[in-house]
């Protein structure tokens, strides 16, 4: 099956500072979502984007499906962005794989 | 919407029990997803459902584990008899059109097997 890499696995901010996630995956896609868990344990999507870019407020992402692999930015950081960062993808089964994430820890 | 609802949020049994985690996906959706998290082996898919019908279910651990969705607004997740290791979060997700769209959770079932 897909094998999905994320980096670094851990991270720790200043609050305002800026930051880069990877996202590696092994095959080509149909799918590719972000996801961020906050402390609580909540599970929220923040982007759907097999390729090309996309942005909400601070944050953006792009997909180069060609290449493989996939970035989140995360832009003036908050301490409410704590949490874990997942990408998950999905060939042509449909069925969404995650990765191990990667732990965020932004400080005041 | 009331987003994806998952019951019981919490789950206290004793090993040998029968576990029953229920689910109701956003109305609408047509794929259903039952996922379990531990720190071990992260976020794991066990099965996924497209109109119901089960579509994969390669990452259900072993013959305890089973699932259903008898209508578009119903799953349950079945453990029997549960054991201390099936302790984990699972989680209930669907979406609009599979492998099309934003895959949305609900809250998850914290599982605690004595």
């Known amino acids: 099956g897909i094998q999905v890499e994320q980096s670094p696995p851990d991270l720790i901010l200043q609050e305002g500072a800026n930051s880069t996630l990877r996202c590696n995956f092994s095959d080509s896609v149909n799918n590719l979502q972000w996801f961020h868990q906050n402390p609580w344990g909540q599970l929220i999507n923040l982007f759907y984007?097999?390729?090309g870019t996309k942005q909400n407020g601070r944050l953006s992402a792009t997909t180069v499906a060609t290449e493989r692999y996939s970035l989140l930015y995360i832009s003036s950081s908050q301490t409410t962005d704590s949490g874990v960062y997942f990408c998950?993808?999905?060939?042509?089964?449909?069925?969404?794989?995650f990765g191990k994430g990667t732990k965020l820890s932004v400080k005041p | 919407d009331a987003g994806v609802i998952q019951s019981p949020r919490h789950e206290v049994t004793e090993m040998g029990q029968e576990v029953t985690l229920r689910c109701k996906p956003i109305?609408?959706?047509?794929?259903l997803f039952w996922y379990r998290q531990t720190m071990m082996r992260g976020l794991e898919l066990l099965i996924y459902?497209?109109?119901?019908?089960?579509?994969?279910d390669s990452g259900m651990p072993e013959d305890r584990f089973s699932a259903k969705m008898p209508n578009a607004s119903f799953s349950t997740l079945k453990i029997q008899p549960s054991e201390p290791r099936d302790s984990a979060v699972y989680f209930c997700?669907?979406?609009?059109?599979?492998?099309?769209?934003?895959?949305?959770f609900g809250s998850g079932t914290q599982l605690s097997v004595l």
């Open positions: 997700a669907s979406s609009g059109i599979i492998g099309n769209e934003k895959l949305f």
């Open positions: 109305s609408g959706h047509n794929s």
């Open positions: 998950a993808v999905a060939g042509s089964q449909g069925n969404l794989i």
């Open positions: 459902f497209n109109n119901n019908v089960p579509i994969d």
């Open positions: 984007i097999p390729s």
